[in-house]
């Protein structure tokens, strides 16, 4: 069973998590990514891997015409029950169900490090934008996503060996009784860097957001080392991979 595929399973879990209000990074995390890399509401704006839909909301809310897309047949039901202001598909960011260049913006908000094929869904994030659209994304971190913190009492972050290395990570999660499985893979910043290159997309602008807001004190770690990088890639250029003939319907 494919990676995108497994969040089926997880689906109510992740509802759960993500609808009660301040309890993830998310809440803490997510103006940052607003404020600094999204582009003005254009006419047309995706988002690829939209789960339960928060961020597809937020979008709404600040004035964008979404087009939102995930593998999880029943996340993308619940998205569609939450805002019916949307356009909702089920579809992989691997193979999207759209013409080329028929959108202005492509978000992918902590998608990008858990989809199968990350230069596959890129180059498709480049395909349907138009020549000066943007992607914007949110990844975990590629250095902190490669270590953890120790369990001492003044906790020290350690970074695992092999950082070149693109690792599965499965991580089981229970946090006030919220069961949670996430699940990925770990990049290194040069294999994203090498996959927007290949699409033909430039980075504009890129970030490591701080906390803001009043988060709970166990983030109070994350003052000191970035949980997230933040980036904003530009269409620069066609490319062969862009070229596949007839426009899928």
Same mark, same amino acid.
């Given at each position: 069973?494919? +990676?995108?595929?497994?969040?089926?399973?997880?689906?109510?879990?992740?509802?759960?998590?993500?609808?009660?209000?301040?309890?993830?990074?998310?809440?803490?995390?997510?103006?940052?990514?607003? =404020?600094?890399?999204?582009?003005? !509401?254009?006419?047309?704006?995706?988002?690829?891997? #939209?789960?339960?839909?928060?961020?597809?909301?937020?979008? +709404? !809310?600040?004035?964008?015409?979404?087009?939102?897309?995930?593998?999880?047949?029943?996340?993308?039901? &619940?998205?569609? =029950?939450?805002?019916?202001?949307?356009?909702?598909?089920?579809?992989?960011?691997?193979?999207?169900?759209?013409?080329?260049? #028929?959108? =202005?913006?492509?978000?992918?908000?902590?998608?990008?490090?858990?989809? +199968?094929?990350?230069?596959?869904?890129?180059?498709? !994030?480049?395909?349907?934008?138009?020549?000066?659209?943007?992607? #914007?994304? #949110?990844?975990?971190?590629?250095?902190?996503?490669?270590?953890?913190? $120790?369990?001492?009492?003044?906790?020290?972050?350690?970074?695992?060996?092999?950082?070149?290395?693109?690792?599965?990570?499965?991580?089981?999660?229970?946090?006030?009784?919220?069961?949670?499985?996430?699940?990925?893979?770990? &990049?290194?910043?040069?294999?994203?860097?090498?996959?927007?290159?290949?699409?033909?997309?430039?980075?504009?602008?890129?970030?490591?957001?701080?906390? $803001?807001?009043?988060?709970?004190?166990?983030?109070?770690?994350?003052?000191?080392?970035?949980?997230?990088?933040?980036?904003?890639?530009?269409?620069?250029?066609?490319?062969?991979?862009?070229?596949?003939? =007839?426009?899928?319907?």
């Amino acid at each position: 069973m494919g +990676i995108e595929s497994e969040w089926e399973p997880e689906s109510e879990n992740w509802v759960r998590w993500a609808r009660t209000s301040g309890f993830d990074a998310y809440w803490y995390y997510r103006d940052a990514f607003f =404020d600094a890399i999204m582009p003005p !509401a254009g006419r047309r704006t995706l988002e690829i891997g #939209c789960g339960e839909g928060r961020v597809t909301r937020d979008l +709404i !809310a600040r004035g964008h015409a979404v087009v939102a897309t995930d593998p999880a047949r029943s996340l993308v039901a &619940h998205a569609r =029950d939450a805002e019916r202001a949307g356009q909702y598909l089920v579809a992989a960011g691997g193979n999207l169900p759209f013409p080329d260049a #028929c959108f =202005d913006t492509v978000v992918a908000y902590n998608v990008l490090q858990v989809v +199968i094929d990350l230069p596959e869904t890129v180059r498709e !994030a480049a395909r349907v934008l138009r020549l000066g659209g943007h992607l #914007c994304a #949110c990844i975990a971190h590629p250095v902190t996503d490669l270590g953890r913190f $120790s369990d001492e009492a003044e906790p020290r972050f350690v970074l695992r060996e092999g950082y070149f290395e693109t690792r599965r990570v499965d991580d089981k999660v229970e946090r006030e009784g919220k069961p949670m499985t996430f699940r990925g893979w770990t &990049h290194s910043l040069e294999d994203y860097a090498i996959a927007l290159e290949d699409a033909g997309l430039s980075i504009e602008s890129m970030r490591e957001p701080r906390l $803001s807001g009043t988060p709970p004190t166990r983030y109070a770690r994350w003052q000191l080392l970035p949980m997230f990088l933040n980036f904003r890639a530009v269409k620069s250029r066609e490319t062969e991979s862009l070229s596949r003939g =007839d426009p899928k319907p």
